[in-house]
């Protein structure tokens, strides 16, 4: 089946840094979605962004489909920014499916 | 309030007792599914259901089943729960497999 890696898998900054994670996937996808897991377990959709981009704030993401990978830019870092960001794709052999990687932890320092 | 509700929260149970975990939804979605989160291992997802009475396996469906009599609702059933099903569980839906997914709170497992 299709494999969805994400990196770094943990990552450490300062608060106002900037950051890219990044979500390669193996196989064609028909869309991509962007998750943060917030330190209370919440998960939150960021992004659907089978192609192109997209922004919202100080978040923005690129998904470019036929190179098989995605990427997540947060800009001006808060700590609320903190914790764990997944994608999720859904696979173009397997249209009924929800795979997602493993995610990248983030630690916003004050 | 567009929401997917999960119950319990938090559920500490013994080897072998039958459990179930609630999920609901008000969007009127087609698509549901269940995932269990895991440290290192991301989500992985359990069950699915295209619409009423239509359900299929995701990636680890082994000790769990599901049904879905209603649109709404999308219950995770454990019939004899083992200790490696201990796990954070979500419930998910959306309009379609390819819309954008809305998750549940979460619920917290200990089998012991």
């Known amino acids: 089946g299709i494999q969805v890696e994400q990196s770094p898998p943990d990552l450490i900054l300062q608060e106002g840094a900037n950051s890219t994670l990044r979500c390669n996937f193996s196989?064609?996808?028909?869309?991509l979605q962007w998750f943060h897991q917030n330190p209370w377990g919440q998960l939150i959709n960021l992004f659907y962004?089978?192609?192109g981009t997209k922004q919202n704030g100080r978040l923005s993401a690129t998904t470019v489909a036929t190179e098989r990978y995605s990427l997540l830019y947060i800009s001006s870092s808060q700590t609320t920014d903190s914790g764990v960001y997944f994608c999720a794709v859904n696979p173009y052999s397997s249209a009924s499916k929800i795979i997602f990687g493993s995610g990248t932890r983030l630690s916003i320092r004050p | 309030e567009a929401q997917v509700t999960q119950n319990p929260r938090y559920l500490i149970t013994v080897t072998g007792k039958k459990l179930t975990v609630t999920c609901s939804q008000n969007?009127?979605?087609?698509?549901m599914s269940w995932y269990r989160q895991d440290p290192g291992l991301g989500l992985r997802q359990i069950y699915y259901?295209?619409?009423?009475?239509?359900?299929d396996k995701g990636d680890v469906p082994e000790g769990y089943k599901v049904s879905r009599k209603e649109k709404r609702n999308f219950p995770l059933i454990l019939e004899s729960p083992s200790p490696n099903q201990t796990s954070l569980y979500f419930c998910?839906?959306?309009?379609?497999?390819?819309?954008?997914?809305?998750f549940g709170n979460g619920t917290r497992l200990t089998v012991t």
């Open positions: 962004i089978p192609s």
């Open positions: 259901s295209m619409n009423v009475e239509v359900t």
């Open positions: 998910a839906s959306s309009l379609s497999s390819g819309s954008p997914l809305h």
């Open positions: 196989d064609s996808v028909n869309n």
């Open positions: 969007m009127n979605h087609e698509y």
